[in-house]
Structure formats: structure tokens, C-alpha cells
């Protein structure tokens, strides 16, 4: 079957379009979540929207599973493809479609990567405010699917709330719009369905004005736990910083080994604390901050001179996921949010698993909305150590469930977290969201298998009506 | 069947009057009396405070309403988190009360009364969605009762979270034809110190949305009036000296002042009242549309057009050649010439939508885009 | 390397960091012609998978620019796996007859100097000749590159030979060697003379060995490893004597600053390689550390700063020529768009590459002339062959220069007309 759809997507998209070498295949069989994999059975590299719906057409009518791609730098495996599937990979949808700076907004392919919309529009003195660590390589598209967020998502949101419209190829392979007129908030729904409810192929985003100000503080702290309260005493000022990320001791010797950033040695923890907007307000805010943070037990505050001085202090907190590869040869990289009030709490439980079980935990959160990011390390050459990290890492997830927190910030479910999902919601709650899925995507062939850990049977629900009496006006 | 009480003309939802209008005090008791609605195959219309009830079109039928002001209560405030949930019926103005004791506040405008719930489900916002965005955006989590009558829910109580698909927006602007709305989780921003508005005269207003848009000034909203008025909101601790910047920027015939212009936040008057949904450069073309007023939130091209009952087929016809409009309420006798959603994409996602929440079309029919 | 190449493939973390900065990734858009896809390759060959074709199409496909490793924040020494994995590809990868010739050629003739030059006269008429059918087409892939080079040189009879020993003016401050090159020597030798002269005006005693020949950056960046330590044997005796060593192209400092590591097995070798490594220096990475002294006088110009791959990623030398640059009252420094990503010159790359390398050149033209600026500099004689070969394409007829040219001018108070800068602005359109 696959090897018959090869032959149809050769002749509609070209040869150097569809990649069928088992070898080639192969380098597709994981994106940034190596620990699952899965060789997809046929790759295909559209170029238009149109192709997309001919790939997903096709796909149907054959009954094969899809999987769209971006870059491949997801943390959850939503991308990972299907051995009897074909993976969609959207890297070579990549053109800046629109600029349009007067109503703020540009228009994009989904394979544009994430950094290059803020290159684009900054000669016109705006950005595009989502900016996920690896917002370097990821994708747009990838953004869409997995609702991406970054550092910034504390002042500005996510790119739920910064994309306007997306054209999309439906499960079914129809092009249409999302977000472009009256009716049901689909594109809502779309954003953030880890690509189970179709394929981006255009995205309108909003631009942010770049402000006027900007001033970042690293601030080091004897104790996650004074670090802590010195986020909570800013959040309690009223202040809303436009970051505020917190990274422990072993976070910070991985990232000074990786990039040489220069944070304090001796800091059990370091705060980096940004705030943007108008000069006037950044100026008395800030202050405020700095003062925050001494009475909190900061004992060294450097705040960066200037836009280089700044990209050093984030480039540490930036590569720390992939720096962490210098101080253990494997490392799981968890995802969870909890109450901001519940750090403290939680840290001290993590230390204390970390403690009990023997396994190291590196710190590196999003300090200011409560979404942890540890960094649970192990050998892989040992034996057994691999599933004592797991059990760790589980067992954070549920600490974050236990204080009313969320299995994922931003780094989806995907396949990795689908058995974790029924300990967030009920049986109900998910057969809810399926029924989304279900709307779009009858067959179940979009990215199945990911997100929810049983699919619902789109046939459960007899249809009494189709349609409505009125419909037919449109 | 129902612990109904006494229905009046009162309780009629643009004319459809309802055998029974309940008023549960509990989110069991809501799922209760959806359940039997369900059983006993009743259509059922949700109602609040009846603030925007008249919008949209009139159900095809109505057996219940579900009035939900007895679920009024705040059920977790986490000042510390910035985080609150209530219950659907509680009045945006008192929830704003109670956020206030602690210099806190749900960054939502409403010109009416209206409970936390008909805010969601008719997705309403006011001037500051320029700087907060509107209910979608301030939403994290939700608790509805399902056509079936079981409660669920999406989201959570945290500012962060993708953990499965995020309904809340599904819901929001959904007018009662997906679920009975029964709970409400929100994300909310501390008080401004400072509250400063900036108001111009009626010259050039699209040059003046402009400069400010483009400004680094950063107003919480930009709003115009049909005679071309321009006028800002700057909010913060420094509000006052930003307010002066921005009279500078606009020059001759703008001024700094503590309170709002009188028409801010509130709709244009008129029978008919449209929304557009655009871009900011479309002022400009919205001004010279004749017999309507337009008033709207200028940076984040919303509009609002108040017009009269027979100007309105024209008007909406003119605007619906280069935008999405939405007849937000007109003259019941005007429904049927009017088509009051317009047209959209993916009309057909949404009727599957809708068949897979209300398979048998029993939740406000008829309200929504499409009949649906 | 066995378990080494094991180790160093499991270092890769497929975070993906490298894909943005990757040329061909950015051409083609591919997995597997990005460095993660190609290390991935590579774990699938140490795994056991034969080294199929398609494999060695993806190896020869990489530039060898090294961005992936700047880029990389776990630390993948990707230049050691893919020298290895080079290596490997011409041990055991057969290539056609075609290929074979292709390949034969160009490592006959780049790396000895006296064969280039041999070769700079009859090129012009080669294509009357009756060569034999195996090297024509061999010679009509290598003629566009021998061409343009023929382009940017001046006429034979201007080119000076410099002296074994250039004396310090003004107060000797150091003594050092300086590497002439292969096709910086016979294609570009006002080069050599103006770091020469920049060296003495600056106060160094500098020193020419006669001896010294190909430092053998190309074969070592082919997977020709044999060949590459028998260069580099002849480069560090050469050399032994000076304090340190100036090298004024890009692609051969970063190979003597590896001979450490290419000599390592060999007893009585891996002392020198070491010492001659640690001394060795690019032109605006020694003077940076000297610090200024001779005069800068004023040169009125903008000048788009490109850097070369082997510079700024293999050497980490990126400041040091902008300082320099910004250091020339009157001089206006610009930046190039996408700094990173290589300009598809890359050694060899162009010759076996073409049609990649072109498109990479246009890229990067588009970018240069993006910056309206009325000089190209570039430290690596291959950087400015590809980019004024794209230039040209483009319909600009571009002025390119060497920092160090730069740097002769200012110091020796001639203005920017030397420089082929017109004073227009901008890379205009040719006449």
C-alpha cells in the first residue's frame, strides 16, 4: 500500500519530495524525544497546501495513517511518525508569506522557524512574542500543534493567543480557514490538538511592538527556597515581569560547562528575572524588583549592560536542556506545572525523591507560572537506571497533580504522556475532547495514537439530525 | 418534572417562551435538571443575567431555561497565583469586587451586568482586549455539563497547561449550544496603580491609531467614536507620565484626563447593532459607511456599528463585501432577511462539532451560526 | 575509533540546535542533510548498517563548515565525526570512474602551488585542446572556479614574490612565521605581500620558509588522512623555528590547529603537532592580541564583514577581524544576515558540489548585497571566489577584499580606491 502511495506522491510532488530509503527513513524516527521511536513508512516533503491535501487525500482513501512534522524538536513524541504510516514533514513550507506592520500581523508557511518571523518583522520594529527555548529551529507549525509557549508566555501568552488564523488541510483533505470568520472557536480547539485535528498549512500571526525597554537581572540565591520566595514576593508587588526563570545548582553547571554563561559558581540557585515595556514603567519596576530580591537573600544581582550582555544571560537558561548532556550521559526532561504558591513545597518533594532514590534532579523552571522543567539524569550504560529515572520522573508528575497543577506546561502529551492523561481528567472529560476529534476526523487517522490514551469510536453517538433545518441557506 | 419556578413573559427568549424555568443553586442540581432534560428529550436555553440574551437568533424551541444566577459562588481565589474559579451565575461585578480587596482583578470589560458565564458564552469583551485579549485568553479552565447531563471538564486551575485539548475556547462564544456552562477558571492581573485615559478631537483618527499602535507606549486599549474621536487607556504605575507622552504624540486637540470619554466601552445605540471583526486599517473605510455609527476597539480592529432597522439590510450587505459581520441583535422581524452570522469557513467542522456535543440538537437550537 | 566514535555519536541529543545554521539543511529542508540527521547516519552505520550510497551521498553532501558545532549546545564534536566518518566513506564507499577522476585531479592540483600556477595560462585555452574524454569533463567542472580566481587576480606580471624575511619597522615587538598557501600564494598574492606588510608596519620581524608547502586543509577536510599528516609533517618542520605562526586563510589555520589531534598516534610527531598548534594564529586573531600601535588612517567606505566557516567556527575567531575593521577611522562595519550559515565555498565543496555551492552562493550574495555595502571582506580566498563568482551572477561586480588588505590600506594612508572601492556605495551593477 505504502509503496503504491510512494508512486502517486512522486508523480504529484515530485521525486526529491517522498523519501522511501529505508535508511533515509530511519533518521525521521524520533524528534526531540529520542526515548520513543518509530521509523515512519514513507516520508513526504509538500511544498503548498494543495500538495498537503493531496498527501492527507490519498492517505484517506488508502486508509493510512499521517503524522505532520516540523522541525522535530518536540519534547512529548507528538510528531513520532507511524511505521505503517506516512509522515508529512512541513520543513520545506518555509516562506514569510505577509508583513503587515500597520495591522500587525504576518502571515506564514508552517515550516517557517519560530526566530525567523521575529528576523522578518524587526526592521519594522515588531516581534513575534512565543519563544519556546528552541525557538531557533522549532517550527511554526509545530507551534500551532503543540500551543508552544517560552520564557516570555508569563506577560505575553501563548501562541494560542498570538495566532489570529490558520489555514488548514482537514483531516478529510479540505482546505479551509480557522479563526477567519463568526462561529465556533475552532482555531481555539485546533491550537494545541498535537496535529490530531489536521495540518496547518498557513498561519496568521500577531506581532508584538518590540519595547521600549528592557532590562534583565541574574540574580543568585543561597537556597531554591529564597529564590522562591523572592518570586513570590515580586509577583505579590503586582509587577508582572516579562520572565521570571529560576535554574538550581546542577542546571547551572551544565549550562556554564556548555556555553560559559558566567553564572555565579557558587549559587544554589539563580534567578533571571526580565522586565519590558515603556522606559518609565520598566525603570520604577525594576527597582522594586532588585530590592525584592536582596530582602529575599539574593547575594549577588548583575543586571546586563546591554543586548549582548543579555543573550549571554539567556543563553544559558536557553541550552540548559541540551547542556545537561555534559553532566550525565542520559536524561529524562519532564514537564509540569503547579500553583506558583506550591514551589517551595514541591521542590522540597523532588529533593526529597531525588534524595530517596539516588537519582539526580537539575532544576530549570519557569519560575513566575509554576511550570518545572527537572532534568532527572541516569546512565544508560547502567543497568536499571533508565527505570529508576522514569519512576522519578512519574512521581513528579504526580506531585504536580496533587497540588492541583498539570501534567504539561508546553511540551504537549504526545505519545509520552497520554497514560498520564486519565490522571488529570476523568473518563468524561476526555471522551469530551474526543468528541472533537471525532468531528473532525472520523476515521481516526490524523497523528492517532497520541494525546489520549484510548480512542473513542467516532460512531458511538447515534446521529439523530444531520445538519440543522435552516443549514441549507449556506 | 422540574422544581420550576412561575414562568413570565419576562423569561420568553426573543419570544420563545419556555414551559419551565429552573434555577439551580448547585452544580449537581444543573447536571440534574439537564439530565432529565436529556431523558425527556427537552430543549434547553442557559441563561444568566439576560444581559445579551436577545443576541443572536431565537431557538427553534425552548422547553427549559436554565437560569444560573444561583450558582453564584467564588469557589477559590488564589491571590498568591493569580488564579480564580467561580461559579457561572456570579456577576463580573462582584467577582471585580472581590478581587479588589486584594488589588486584583479579572481584566475583562463588560457595558453590561452580566454573570461570568454569559460572558463566556457569548464571548463579549470590551475596550482593554487591546492589551488582555478577551474571555479566551483570560480562560484556563472550564466545568460544563454536557448535553447528557455529566459534568466535565477541560483546562485547570493553573496559568500553564496543554494537557488535552483546550475546550475552554470551544465553549467560549458557543451561546449555550455546546454545554451549560457551570464553572469558570481564570487567569487575573493585579490593579493598575494608575489609570489614565488620552482623548483626541475628531481629526485624522486613522493616523492617530496609528502612532499609538506603533507607539512603545503600550495602551491597555484603543477605542474610536463615529465622529472620529480617538482615545486610549494607559494603565500601570507610570500610567500618568505615558498618558503625557501619548498627548504629546497626537498633538493639537488631545488631552489627559483620570476618567473615560462617556461612550467608552459602550455599544453604539441603535436597533440594530453589528460586529466586525477586521483589521485596524479598516477604520478608515468604516467611517464613510453611511446610516450606521461605528464605535470599536480601533487597535485590535474590532468594530461595532449601531444602525437602524432599514438601513440595516444595506449596511450589513456593504460591510459583509470585505468583512465578517455579525448582526449582534436586531429586530426579530428582521432575522430572516438579515442572515444574522453571515458566512464563515469550516461550517461544516462545526456542524460536526455540534452533532458530536448535542447529537440531537436540543441545546439553544437554532441560536447559533448555521441553525445550529 | 570504535567505542570513541560510539561515544562521541552519543553525545547527540537530537535537540536539533545545528538544523538552523546547517546549509544544506537549509537548501533542502531533509533530515538526513542536516548534522542530526548525518550523525544519525552515522550511529546507523556504527550500529552495523552498510554504508549504503545513499548514506555516503548525505556525508558528501556536508560543507565540513562546522556551524552545527558552534551551534551545538551538548557539545558533539561533529568535526571529529565527520573527518571519521570521511575517512571511512573513501575506504569502503566505491565511486564511480567519473567521481574517481574528478577527485584524483583536484588533490592533484590545489594542493601544490607550482602545478596551480602551471595551470593558469593553458586554462584559457583548454577547451580549443584535445583533452582526453575522462579530464574534460573534470576540467569543465573545475574551470568556473579557475576562472573566477583568474577574475579577482591581477595580471602575473604584478605579483611579487615575497622575501624569506620581512623586517619589523619601527621596533620589533615579535617575530613570526607567516604560511603563504596554496591558492592564496598563486591566486592571490597582493594577500601575502599586505600581511606581510601589515605584520612589519606593526612590528614584526616576519619569516617566509622557502620550504613550506600545502598545509593540507583540504585533504584532511576530505577524508584523506594519510595525505593530510604528510602535509602537515612538512608544514611543522617548516615552521619549528617561529614564535608563532600568522595564517592569513581561514581553512588553513583551522587545519594546523588540528595537526595536534591528526598527529596524536604518531610518538615522534604528536609533541611537534602540539606545539606548532598552540602557536598557530589567524592574521586578525595574532594582531588583536598584539594590540594596535602603527597609525590608521582614515579609509571612507562600508564594508560588509563575512565570516569564513573555518574563522568563526573552526577557530572561533569572529570579533577579532571586526575589531580590527571597526579599529580604521572612517570605516563603517556592516553585518550580513544569517552570519552563520557558509556561503557554500567550503573547501573542495564547489568543485564536487556545484550545484549546492551555487545555490548557497546565491543565498548568501543575496545577503551581502542585502547590506549595501561598498566592500566585501572575507579571510579565506575560497569565501571570496564563491561569494564575487555569485556577486556576479547577480549582475554586481563586486570589490572584495582580505582584512588584512584593509588593514594595508588604513596603515599606509592609501585610500579606498586601492580596494577596488569606487566610492559609489554599494556593490553596484556592473558596467
Not at chain 1, 148 to 163: D, M, P
Not at chain 2, 190 to 207: N, S
Request: glycine content about 10%; aromatic content about 6%; hydrophobic content about 40%.
Amino acid at each position: 500500500m505504502l509503496r503504491r502511495l510512494a508512486e502517486r506522491f512522486r508523480d504529484r510532488l515530485g521525486p526529491e519530495s517522498v523519501i522511501d530509503d529505508p535508511v533515509r527513513l530511519r533518521t525521521y524516527e524520533c524528534d526531540g524525544l529520542t526515548y520513543h521511536r518509530a521509523s515512519p513508512g514513507l516520508v513526504v516533503l509538500p511544498g503548498s497546501a494543495e500538495e498537503v491535501a493531496f498527501v492527507v487525500r490519498e492517505c484517506v482513501e488508502a486508509g493510512v495513517p499521517y503524522v505532520a512534522r516540523g522541525s522535530g524538536t518536540g519534547l512529548s513524541g507528538g510528531a513520532l511518525p507511524r511505521t505503517d504510516g506516512v509522515l508529512v514533514v512541513t520543513s520545506r513550507m518555509r516562506r514569510i508569506l505577509e508583513v503587515d506592520p500597520d495591522n500587525q500581523r504576518a502571515v506564514v508557511e508552517p515550516g517557517v522557524i519560530n526566530l525567523d518571523v521575529s528576523k522578518a518583522v524587526r526592521p519594522h520594529g515588531y516581534y513575534y512574542a512565543p519563544d519556546p527555548s528552541s525557538q531557533q529551529i522549532c517550527s511554526i507549525g509545530g507551534n500551532v500543534a503543540e500551543n508552544s509557549g517560552g520564557a516570555h508566555c508569563l506577560k505575553y501568552g501563548f501562541t494560542a493567543n498570538h495566532v489570529l488564523a490558520c489555514e488548514i488541510v482537514t483531516p478529510e483533505g479540505e482546505i479551509t480557514t480557522l479563526g477567519d470568520g463568526p462561529g465556533y472557536d475552532l482555531l481555539g480547539a485546533f491550537i494545541g490538538a498535537e496535529g490530531t485535528l489536521g495540518i496547518t498549512t498557513k498561519i496568521t500571526v500577531r506581532l508584538t511592538r518590540i519595547p521600549q525597554a528592557v532590562e534583565t537581572l541574574l540574580a543568585a540565591f543561597p537556597s531554591v527556597e529564597t529564590a522562591g520566595a523572592a518570586v513570590s514576593a515580586i509577583i505579590g508587588a503586582g509587577i508582572v515581569p516579562a520572565a521570571v526563570e529560576m535554574m538550581d545548582a546542577l542546571a547551572i553547571e551544565a549550562a556554564e560547562a556548555a556555553v560559559a554563561c558566567g553564572y555565579p559558581a557558587d549559587a544554589a540557585a539563580v534567578l533571571i528575572v526580565e522586565l519590558d515595556g515603556p522606559e518609565t514603567e520598566v525603570a520604577s519596576q525594576f527597582a522594586r524588583v532588585r530590592l525584592l530580591c536582596e530582602e529575599a537573600g539574593a547575594f549577588e544581582q548583575r543586571v546586563a549592560r546591554d543586548d549582548a550582555d543579555r543573550a549571554l544571560i539567556w543563553k544559558g537558561r536557553r541550552s540548559a536542556f541540551a547542556a545537561v548532556g555534559r553532566i550525565s550521559p542520559a536524561y529524562i526532561v519532564q514537564d509540569g506545572v503547579i500553583p506558583r504558591t506550591a514551589l517551595p513545597e514541591v521542590l522540597a518533594d523532588i529533593d526529597r525523591l531525588s534524595r530517596e532514590s539516588g537519582v539526580r534532579v537539575a532544576n530549570v523552571f519557569h519560575a513566575g507560572d509554576g511550570n518545572l522543567h527537572p532534568l532527572v539524569l541516569f546512565d544508560d550504560a547502567e543497568e536499571g537506571a533508565g527505570e529508576r529515572a522514569e519512576l522519578v520522573s512519574g512521581a513528579i508528575l504526580d506531585l504536580c497533580i496533587a497540588h492541583g497543577g498539570s501534567i504539561t506546561g508546553e511540551h504537549g502529551v504526545g505519545v509520552d504522556k497520554a497514560r498520564y492523561l486519565p490522571r488529570m481528567f476523568t473518563e468524561a472529560d476526555l471522551d469530551t475532547m474526543q468528541m472533537v476529534r471525532c468531528a473532525f476526523d472520523p476515521p481516526n487517522l490524523c497523528n492517532p495514537g497520541k494525546v489520549f490514551p484510548t480512542p473513542r469510536l467516532c460512531g458511538e453517538i447515534p446521529r439523530v439530525r444531520k445538519g440543522s433545518p435552516d443549514g441549507e441557506l449556506f | 418534572m422540574f422544581d420550576s419556578r412561575p414562568v413570565t413573559d419576562e423569561d420568553a427568549v426573543l419570544g420563545v417562551r419556555p414551559r419551565y424555568v429552573v434555577e439551580p443553586s448547585t452544580v449537581a442540581e444543573a447536571a440534574a435538571v439537564m439530565r432529565v432534560a436529556h431523558e425527556e428529550g427537552l430543549t434547553v436555553v442557559p441563561r444568566g443575567n439576560g444581559t445579551r440574551v436577545h443576541w443572536g437568533a431565537a431557538p427553534r424551541a425552548c422547553d427549559v431555561v436554565i437560569d444560573t444566577r444561583k450558582l453564584d459562588r467564588v469557589v477559590e481565589h488564589a491571590a498568591g497565583d493569580l488564579v480564580v474559579t467561580v461559579e457561572a451565575g456570579l456577576p463580573v461585578r462582584s467577582l471585580q469586587d472581590v478581587l479588589r480587596t486584594t488589588g486584583q482583578q479579572l481584566a475583562l470589560d463588560s457595558p453590561f451586568p452580566s454573570t461570568v458565564g454569559g460572558l463566556v458564552a457569548t464571548a463579549a469583551a470590551g475596550p482593554r482586549r487591546l492589551l488582555y485579549g478577551t474571555a479566551r485568553d483570560l480562560l484556563i479552565g472550564i466545568t460544563v455539563v454536557r448535553a447528557d447531563g455529566t459534568i466535565v471538564k477541560s483546562g485547570g486551575k493553573v496559568v500553564k497547561n496543554v494537557a488535552g485539548y483546550d475546550l475552554g475556547k470551544l465553549y467560549t462564544g458557543s451561546f449555550g449550544t455546546l454545554g451549560l456552562i457551570v464553572k469558570a477558571s481564570f487567569r487575573l492581573h493585579p490593579l493598575p496603580e494608575q489609570q489614565m485615559y488620552v482623548a483626541t478631537d475628531g481629526r485624522d483618527p486613522a493616523r492617530r491609531v496609528r502612532a499609538l499602535l506603533h507607539s512603545h507606549l503600550v495602551p491597555s486599549a484603543i477605542e474610536v467614536d463615529g465622529d472620529g474621536t480617538v482615545a486610549a487607556l494607559f494603565e500601570g504605575t507610570a500610567a500618568r507620565s505615558r498618558a503625557e507622552e501619548a498627548v504629546a504624540l497626537l498633538g493639537a486637540g488631545a488631552t489627559a484626563a483620570g476618567a473615560p470619554p462617556a461612550w467608552w466601552g459602550r455599544y453604539p445605540d441603535g436597533d440594530v447593532l453589528l460586529e466586525v471583526q477586521g483589521k485596524p486599517t479598516d477604520l478608515t473605510g468604516l467611517l464613510t459607511v453611511r446610516d450606521a455609527w461605528l464605535r470599536g476597539s480601533a487597535g485590535s480592529g474590532v468594530w461595532f456599528l449601531g444602525t437602524s432597522a432599514e438601513a440595516a439590510p444595506r449596511v450589513v450587505a456593504k460591510l459583509r463585501e470585505h468583512l465578517p459581520t455579525v448582526v449582534r441583535h436586531a429586530p426579530l422581524e428582521l432575522h430572516e432577511t438579515l442572515d444574522l452570522w453571515g458566512p464563515t469557513p469550516a461550517l461544516s467542522l462545526m456542524r460536526r462539532v455540534k452533532d458530536q456535543f448535542d447529537p440531537d440538537h436540543r441545546l439553544s437550537p437554532g441560536r447559533f451560526i448555521g441553525g445550529i | 575509533m570504535g567505542d570513541d566514535l560510539g561515544k562521541l555519536l552519543g553525545d547527540c541529543v537530537h535537540c536539533g540546535f545545528c538544523l538552523p545554521t546547517c546549509p544544506t539543511y537549509v537548501l533542502w529542508g531533509e533530515e538526513m542533510d542536516s548534522p542530526r540527521g548525518r550523525i544519525h547516519l552515522m550511529q546507523q552505520h556504527h550500529d552495523g548498517t552498510p554504508l549504503t550510497p545513499e548514506m555516503a551521498g548525505h556525508f558528501d553532501a556536508c560543507l565540513g563548515c562546522l556551524a552545527c558545532v558552534t551551534s551545538c549546545p551538548s557539545g558533539v564534536q561533529y568535526d571529529k565525526l565527520i573527518e571519521s566518518t570521511r575517512e571511512e566513506v573513501e575506504r569502503v564507499h566505491p565511486r564511480t570512474r567519473a567521481e574517481q577522476a574528478l577527485r584524483e585531479t583536484v588533490f592533484a592540483l590545489f594542493p601544490y602551488p607550482a602545478r596551480l600556477r602551471a595551470l593558469r595560462g593553458p586554462l584559457r585555452l583548454y577547451q580549443g585542446s584535445g583533452l582526453s574524454r575522462l579530464l574534460r569533463p573534470v576540467l569543465e567542472r573545475l574551470s568556473p572556479s579557475l576562472a573566477a580566481m583568474e577574475r579577482l587576480t591581477p595580471p602575473l606580471g604584478r605579483a611579487y614574490r615575497l622575501p624569506e624575511r620581512v623586517p619589523a619597522r619601527g621596533g620589533r615587538r615579535a617575530t613570526v612565521g607567516m604560511l603563504t598557501g596554496c591558492v592564496q600564494r598563486e591566486f592571490f598574492p597582493q594577500v601575502n605581500s599586505a600581511t606581510a606588510r601589515v605584520l612589519a608596519l606593526e612590528g614584526c620581524d616576519v619569516l617566509i620558509p622557502k620550504g613550506q608547502g600545502c598545509c593540507g586543509a583540504l585533504s584532511l577536510h576530505s577524508g584523506r588522512a594519510e595525505e593530510a599528516k604528510a602535509f602537515a609533517r612538512a608544514t611543522i618542520v617548516a615552521f619549528e623555528s617561529a614564535d608563532a605562526v600568522v595564517v592569513n586563510s581561514a581553512g588553513c589555520g583551522s587545519a594546523m590547529k588540528d595537526y595536534a589531534a591528526l598527529l596524536a598516534d604518531e610518538p615522534e610527531w604528536a609533541g611537534r603537532a602540539e606545539a606548532l598548534s598552540a602557536k598557530t594564529k589567524d592574521f586578525s586573531e595574532f594582531l588583536a592580541a598584539l594590540g594596535p600601535r602603527a597609525e590608521r588612517h582614515p579609509l571612507e567606505l562600508t564594508a560588509a564583514y563575512h565570516d569564513a566557516c573555518h574563522l568563526a567556527h573552526g577557530q572561533g575567531v569572529r570579533a577579532q577581524p571586526r575589531s580590527l575593521l571597526a579599529g580604521i577611522p572612517g570605516l563603517e562595519l556592516r553585518e550580513i544576515a544569517d552570519p552563520d550559515v557558509c556561503c557554500g565555498s567550503a573547501g573542495t565543496y564547489n568543485l564536487f558540489q556545484p550545484e549546492a555551492a551555487g545555490e548557497l552562493g546565491d543565498r548568501k550574495a543575496a545577503n551581502v548585497a542585502a547590506t549595501g555595502a561598498s566592500l566585501l571582506v572575507a579571510a579565506n580566498p575560497g569565501c571570496t571566489l564563491q561569494i564575487a563568482t555569485a556577486l556576479r551572477r547577480r549582475g554586481h561586480e563586486p570589490a572584495v577584499a582580505h582584512p588584512a588588505q584593509v588593514l594595508d590600506a588604513s596603515l599606509r594612508g592609501l585610500g579606498p580606491g586601492v580596494l577596488g572601492v569606487s566610492g559609489e556605495g554599494g556593490p553596484g551593477p556592473s558596467r
